[in-house]
């Protein structure tokens, strides 16, 4: 990508000094364009590239001035972004707000986004504006890492925008203390993935009641290599082995991929099959037709497509994803009302993908969001990313749907101690089912990320790891009980539980050890760590770390 930018230099400086020229928790520098350019320029690319203007606005939102930007030309392979640069601080929360309106119906994305490779938004918003000024507001930012990113404005097509108030702001403590789930969680909220089985018949003993179907060899082309030439017999295994060994356990069906003799014959190859949508929607409905009565009450959960962002798995984009679910909903909820179907799921690069697919209408033909993040070795810093999926949601008039993320797992070696990496493990679901994440499938029992940390002690055995131990512990401490409340303070998470009146605490923290003295409202209590081994309160307290303890009344 090649991009030209204007007052790169002065736009730093302002970033470095605003401070003192500003309100304390304002973050942008010029957030007003009261000064020419100042701390704002464009990123452009393309050859040709966009054609663009500036100039001030006729009639400023509020102060006295206003930022005009004329693009006339976007050539295709072409873009144009008005930005202003900002470091955002991983595990951190960012609310950006900006004031839009167009005379000529412009249509731009604002977007919160990786700067560099990537590109991916941490928030995005797709918007056609009007004359009249329109106030544009989104949440997101970054786990992992610090990333290089940006507040800014994409064109979708050429047009004339005037840009003023913009603002950004971090909201991580406001982000930390918004109320907590309000349902009790039960054994579904636990997902996993189980690919090889054939190879193997384990079902695992985490206390798991969601599975998964990807990479199992049951896509769309598997399942119908030839038009209405059918081969059930993977499906019908997995289908049984769940039966047999748990019968409650909720399975999600993943549709896609296209057969190649559906899709048109030059279309991208995608696991034995075609990244596209097939050529004629009559093959897609009688597909997802044959599916919902066969295993009707049996499966009961079904995705219309896997990371439909990515154009290795769909090509086609958010206007062409939408008549297949709307196809794919129509027929599940015809052979079976109780069919829970839910959005085609995206990447943590997708939000813009599922910004413009709900824009359009995707919403109705899903009762779940649905999304994947593989967390990072610490996962509370991830909280931003979740959170921006579900203000998202909530932008779309969706905040009532629940949100599952679908597919993910630690890949890389999360510190250096047992504690450290079982610990984090552990946490990636008590930190998403403290945002409102409803679901997580960890993918995979049978796939071991190299540096990661895996459930089992092998790929085709049923003996668990220390994490996987500790995860069964886990179920086992918050099977049946409802999160009353959260805190997160110096560093220290705690979680209150209750059931029946009884009452649980879950305290840890993400990096380090240190004392901590349990309230007098917990009263006389024991404290036990995911092993079920006791550990000793003393005068000092409880010495807490990244391995989470639970706290009951003795």
Not at 8 to 29: Q, Y
Not at 312 to 336: C, H, Q, S, T, W
Not at 391 to 402: R, V
Request: proline share 8%; with cysteine.
């Amino acid at each position: 990508m090649h991009a030209v930018t204007r007052h790169l230099c002065l736009c730093l400086a302002l970033l470095s000094m605003a401070g003192s020229a500003r309100a304390a928790d304002e973050l942008l520098a010029n957030p007003g364009f009261e000064a020419a350019g100042g701390g704002w320029s464009e990123n452009a690319w393309g050859q040709p590239g966009p054609a663009f203007t500036y100039a001030d606005g006729a009639a400023p939102h509020g102060g006295r001035r206003c930022q005009l930007v004329r693009v006339t030309a976007l050539p295709p392979g072409s873009g144009f972004i008005y930005r202003q640069p900002y470091t955002l601080v991983a595990g951190h929360t960012y609310r950006a707000r900006l004031w839009l309106r167009s005379p000529d119906h412009a249509q731009v994305q604002v977007m919160l986004r990786r700067a560099g490779q990537w590109y991916e938004p941490a928030a995005a918003r797709l918007v056609e504006l009007g004359p009249e000024w329109r106030e544009v507001a989104l949440v997101g930012g970054f786990g992992g890492e610090d990333t290089l990113g940006f507040l800014g404005v994409s064109w979708r097509r050429p047009g004339t925008v005037e840009l003023d108030d913009a603002s950004l702001t971090d909201i991580t403590a406001e982000t930390l203390s918004l109320p907590t789930p309000t349902a009790p969680v039960d054994q579904r909220f636990f997902g996993l993935h189980i690919n090889k089985l054939g190879s193997h018949n384990t079902w695992p003993a985490l206390g798991q009641a969601t599975l998964r179907l990807w990479d199992t060899g049951t896509t769309w082309d598997a399942l119908e290599p030839k038009p209405g030439e059918w081969n059930f017999g993977r499906l019908d295994y997995y289908v049984e082995h769940v039966r047999r060994n748990a019968p409650g356990t909720r399975v999600v069906m993943t549709l896609g991929i296209t057969p190649n003799w559906a899709a048109e014959a030059g279309a991208r190859g995608a696991y034995g099959g075609k990244a596209a949508p097939p050529t004629d929607p009559a093959t897609w409905r009688r597909y997802v037709r044959t599916l919902a009565e066969r295993y009707r009450g049996r499966i009961h959960c079904w995705e219309p497509w896997n990371e439909c962002d990515y154009g290795g798995f769909f090509n086609g984009g958010p206007a062409a994803m939408l008549p297949l679910a709307r196809i794919a909903y129509e027929e599940l909820k015809a052979v079976d009302p109780r069919n829970t179907v839910l959005t085609p799921n995206v990447t943590r690069a997708g939000l813009g993908w599922l910004d413009e697919y709900l824009a359009l209408g995707g919403g109705q033909y899903a009762d779940v969001i649905s999304f994947h993040r593989y967390p990072s070795g610490r996962p509370e810093l991830d909280v931003p990313e979740y959170h921006a999926v579900r203000d998202l949601a909530a932008a779309h008039g969706l905040a009532d749907k629940p949100v599952w993320n679908t597919e993910g797992a630690i890949e890389h070696r999360a510190g250096t101690t047992e504690d450290e990496q079982v610990g984090a493990v552990v946490r990636t679901w008590l930190v998403q089912w403290a945002q409102g994440i409803t679901c997580f499938a960890w993918y995979c029992w049978d796939i071991h990320w190299p540096e990661g940390t895996s459930l089992g002690t092998s790929l085709t055995g049923p003996e668990l790891s220390p994490a996987g131990r500790a995860l069964a512990r886990l179920v086992a401490w918050v099977d049946g009980w409802t999160m009353t409340s959260r805190a997160v303070t110096d560093g220290l998470w705690r979680l209150t539980l209750t059931r029946d009146g009884a009452r649980r605490t879950i305290v840890w923290r993400p990096t380090g050890t240190a004392p901590w003295l349990p309230p007098a409202d917990l009263g006389r209590c024991v404290a036990t760590d995911l092993r079920g081994v006791e550990q000793p309160i003393g005068p000092d307290g409880l010495l807490v770390g990244p391995f989470p303890l639970l706290l009951t009344a003795r």
